[in-house]
């Protein structure tokens, strides 16, 4: 499945694209509905807080 996307400022060509590709089910022709910046953060990211590695490999040998 193809997902054509048009820009909000020009829905004429996404009314014209949708027109002429009717019959393809394979192909869908929307309008940008996003406004703004998504990821816009009010806040800094902070530091990355792991002190240590999560990564365990574990002992062959008992404990005894």
């Known amino acids: 499945m193809y ?3 048009i820009s909000r400022r020009c829905p004429d060509m ?4 949708a027109t ?3 019959g393809r089910k394979d ?3 929307i309008l940008d509905r ?3 910046q998504r ?3 009010s806040q800094p990211t902070r530091k ?4 240590t590695n999560r990564r365990h ?3 062959l040998i008992p404990a005894d």
């Open 3 to 5: 997902y054509l996307i």
């Open 48 to 51: 990355n807080r792991r002190q």
């Open 27 to 29: 192909i869908q022709v």
């Open 20 to 22: 002429a590709l009717r």
């Open 34 to 36: 996003r406004y703004g």
């Open 14 to 17: 996404q009314q014209e694209l």
């Open 57 to 59: 490999i574990p002992s």
């Open 39 to 41: 990821r816009a953060e």
